[in-house]
């Protein structure tokens, strides 16, 4: 019989990182305020767990964030000159930041990881499973993957990892899993994670990408966890530890992605995911691939 596990509300956002990939840029700019077409990475992200049911999001930030708050706040003077101009459609664009979630913030102060930037939601969350996505990872909205995970996480406890096929000579890039196949196609059992693993030493070419579900237990082994690959205290370290011992905080399982992921993380992916983007919306979409078909034949 299925089992029936605690209904997720929390998100936790890590944004502290300085986006040095992405200077001069991010030199007074936080990465996560970079537009994809015409609305902030950070936007989406937000978005997608509202969509999944999760609508108390804490952000973890750091110096010079203060934009973030800014952009998910009431902004009443910009509004109030909007509506003197009765530009409707603007002004629904200007509120719907601010009106999409209940959002809260704490700093991480030393950048010391992933891992530890997952530690400082601790108090925020309690003792509550909770969902965790990175701002790099934009997932298309028709690809519902964080629900999915949710889904699994209530159906078996423990903590659920997103992970996707890459090319064998790529996983050195990312977290990888050892897993095994389930009576889900889309859902594996995960028994073991190593970080961005050497490609001859890899368990699978399943990597790791920024999609998290994870048991409350995912703290006390951080509060124990040694700084890791990089000098950093690694979620996927953690993650090991559960794996390895179910009676810690419940299984690990995996859903296996193959929708549409827009990698923001480095600036050819970066301005491969504007063109993606912008050229599916409504709006923008028929008069943009027009002219794209027509640079790409003038540059070829």
């Not at 019989?1 to 998100?11: D, G």
């Not at 889904?151 to 897993?179: D, K, N, R, T």
């Not at 006390?220 to 011992?245: F, Y």
């Not at 690990?252 to 992605?257: A, D, M, Y």
Request: aromatic share 6%; charged share 30%; with cysteine.
């Amino acid at each position: 019989m299925t089992q029936s596990h605690p209904r997720i509300s929390k998100a936790v956002i890590p944004a502290a990182g300085l986006g040095t990939r992405f200077l001069p840029a991010t030199k007074a700019t936080p990465k996560e305020m970079l537009p994809v077409v015409d609305k902030p990475a950070i936007q989406y992200v937000v978005e997608e767990a509202v969509a999944a049911g999760l609508d108390d999001v804490l952000m973890v930030t750091g110096r010079n964030k203060r934009p973030l708050e800014d952009h998910f706040d009431r902004n009443y003077e910009l509004e109030s000159a909007l509506m003197k101009k009765g530009d409707e459609s603007r002004l629904a664009k200007v509120q719907e930041s601010s009106d999409l979630a209940t959002i809260h913030y704490v700093r991480q102060g030393d950048p010391k990881g992933l891992g530890h930037a997952v530690l400082c939601a601790a108090p925020h969350v309690g003792d509550e499973p909770f969902a965790v996505l990175l701002g790099d990872d934009l997932i298309d909205p028709r690809d519902p993957l964080l629900r999915r995970m949710v889904e699994v996480q209530e159906q078996h406890g423990g903590s659920v990892v997103a992970l996707m096929e890459v090319a064998p000579e790529q996983i050195h890039l990312y977290g990888c899993a050892a897993v095994e196949n389930t009576e889900d196609g889309d859902v594996v059992k995960v028994g073991g994670l190593v970080e961005k693993p050497d490609p001859a030493d890899a368990p699978s070419n399943y990597a790791v990408i920024g999609r998290y579900v994870l048991d409350p237990h995912i703290f006390d082994i951080l509060h124990r966890t040694e700084p890791g690959r990089g000098g950093e205290i690694q979620l996927t370290d953690a993650l090991q530890q559960l794996a390895e011992d179910e009676k810690i905080g419940g299984p690990v399982h995996g859903v296996v992605f193959k929708g549409r992921r827009y990698d923001t993380g480095d600036r050819g992916d970066y301005l491969r995911a504007i063109v993606r983007l912008a050229c599916e919306r409504e709006d923008l979409g028929p008069e943009f691939r027009t002219w794209l078909r027509s640079y790409v034949a003038e540059e070829m």
